[in-house]
């Protein structure tokens, strides 16, 4: 009796474990089968585009214009929505910081940088 109770809970527990990965198994596999041309997504590898064909099992993927890749459909791990950044970037609101790159001076040299100590120095002395 009490081996058929121990059996019967670790069941329960096997199932209650189990039961959230399938879940979001089936909600990737979802996702995965709704994927539409102009969708923001990441693959497993970090690889952020812009899906612009999809065919059967193979996704094609744009990061930039222009520079397209083939992806397994299995690859793609979620759906993104565009950065604020990227968003500014698009509408030209982003500010430039090239007119303060310019107040900057870089040398070739950074010898003339360094301060050299003297002799006559006061906190040698």
């Known amino acids: 009796m009490e ?17 959230g990965s399938r879940k979001k198994q089936r909600e990737a596999m979802t996702f995965r089968d709704n994927l539409e041309v102009g969708h923001e997504v990441m693959t497993g590898s970090g690889f952020f585009g812009t899906v612009v064909a999809v065919d059967d099992d193979v996704i094609t993927l744009e990061s930039t214009p222009g520079n397209r890749s083939r992806w397994l459909r299995a690859a793609i791990a979620k759906q993104v929505e565009p950065t604020q950044a990227a968003t500014a970037g698009e509408t030209g609101e982003a500010t430039s910081a090239t007119s303060e790159d310019a107040a900057f001076a870089i040398p070739d040299d950074i ?15």
């Open 3 to 19: 081996i058929l109770l121990i059996g019967a809970f670790a069941v329960g527990a096997m199932f209650l474990m189990t039961n």
């Open 111 to 125: 010898s003339g940088l360094i301060k050299k100590p003297t002799t006559d120095d006061p906190e040698k002395k």
